[in-house]
């Protein structure tokens, strides 16, 4: 058969195109012509074979020889009229009534081997096609028809012409096997389909699950996959950690933006290591600034401990990076301590944040900190200095705190 005429609603290339490619449409079509191709092989036979059984057996070949016409024809206006819907119904149709028509012409149950049981394949097809509610009239209607040969069965064994016996056995297999391996066939397909998608669907939730966890903290992640939008927390006591790259403004004149990106890209990303293996929050970067949080969202004893350490990785990992990369980058880290707020704000392009005045001192500390140095805030001091080697720096003037008390922590 040419391929650009499939007499099932496309060509055999998208046929085999939507099985590799199923969506909605595409496997709608797909178990339709399953269907419609495997009806229509078994038409083909009951033609042949009662045709051939003689001239008083042409009404009964007729039945599926008008399956055949009509079929064609709704193809034929599916085609010109790019109406899916009509085509399936005209096909749900011919599958329900024709094996009753054939059923009847040939003499009821008995004569027939049963060859109704086809008509199954319309509610079947009606249910993985058109789903779940808009399939249950189409087993009513099968139902009907069946309930309604069983009651009127005596008036067609009046009709009723001989036929071998092995013709007639060769019916029942075939009623019986064909149904069955049709039906497993267009289920273990429909199956298929659905396996890909929950695989598909499952791989793409682990990809936003972890995305989404680029963005926020799990616990925060968590609460806002169950539906708690309006987050926002007290801590009475953490750490924050700011740190910024001296004279980054003057790289950005002298190096090409593609380039300048990737530098800080690699930096910050060992950085992104370093406080993920000590349990750290990342809260955010602003251009070449570093922002990391202890004891937020998850509280923890040793929030100052470990931001301590983490600031000293730090200055290791950077040396590294230069000896690496060639480079000369200095870092001035500030370190702050006290309660702060922290939450999640707006609805697009939303963010984690902390907030409060020990923010504003550990951003102070960077600021008017010295190249290469990690100076901490008096408060700070205090949590560190009796496992930490700390040097006064004296005091240091701050916007909006006046003169104030700061630390150099040492390795």
């Known amino acids: ?42 038409c083909i036979f009951w033609i042949f074979t ?43 149709v011919m599958l329900l009534v024709m094996p009753f028509f054939m059923q009847w012409a040939i003499g009821g149950y008995e004569a027939s081997s049963g060859i109704a049981i086809w008509a199954i394949l319309s509610p079947i097809g ?4 058109l789903g779940t509610r808009p399939s249950t009239p189409w087993f009513m209607l099968f139902a009907l028809l069946a309930g309604l040969s069983w009651k009127l ?53 682990a990809r936003s699950e972890k995305l989404l966890l680029n963005i926020l ?14 987050i926002a927390d007290s801590h009475e006591e953490v750490t924050i950690l700011f740190a910024d790259i001296v004279g980054f403004t003057k790289m950005t004149s002298s ?57 000293l990785e730090m200055q290791l990992e950077l040396a590294a990076f230069n000896e690496q990369t060639r480079k000369n980058l200095q870092i001035r880290i500030g370190i702050s301590s006290g309660p702060v707020v922290a939450g999640v704000i707006g609805t697009s392009k939303f963010a984690y944040d902390i907030w409060g005045d020990s923010v504003n001192m550990a951003s102070r500390m960077e600021k008017t900190g010295l190249s290469g140095t990690i100076q901490v805030s008096e408060f700070t001091y205090q949590l560190l200095k009796k496992n930490h080697k700390l040097e006064s720096r004296g005091l240091v003037e701050v916007k909006g705190k006046g003169k104030v008390n700061t630390y150099l922590l040492k390795a």
């Open 255 to 311: 190096m090409p933006p593609a380039e300048l990106v990737d530098l800080l890209s690699q930096l910050f990303s060992r950085f992104d290591s370093l406080a993920d293996q000590h349990g750290l929050e990342k809260i955010k970067t602003i251009g070449d600034g570093y922002m990391v949080v202890g004891g937020a969202p998850v509280s923890r004893e040793d929030h100052a401990t470990v931001i301590a350490q983490l600031a």
């Open 50 to 92: 009662l045709s051939g059984l003689g001239e008083g057996y042409a009404l009964m070949a007729a039945v599926p020889y008008v399956y055949i016409i009509v079929s064609y024809a709704s193809l034929l206006v599916f085609y010109r009229s790019k109406k899916f819907e009509y085509f399936t119904f005209t096909q749900l």
């Open 1 to 42: 058969m040419p391929d650009s005429a499939t007499s099932f609603g496309f060509t055999t290339r998208e046929f085999w195109h939507n099985l590799s490619r199923p969506t909605d449409s595409a496997l709608s079509k797909a178990i339709l012509t399953i269907l419609v191709f495997a009806e229509s092989l078994v």
């Open 153 to 205: 069965n005596y008036m067609f064994v009046g009709n009723t012409l001989p036929i071998p016996t092995h013709i007639k056995d060769t019916f029942f297999l075939m009623n019986i096997m064909g149904v069955a391996c049709i039906l497993y066939a267009v289920m273990r397909y429909f199956q298929s389909q659905k396996e890909r998608t929950l695989l598909e669907l499952s791989q793409e939730q």
């Open 217 to 230: 903290p799990k616990s925060i992640a968590n609460r806002l996959k169950d539906n708690d939008m309006r």
């Open 126 to 129: 009606a249910l993985m096609i």
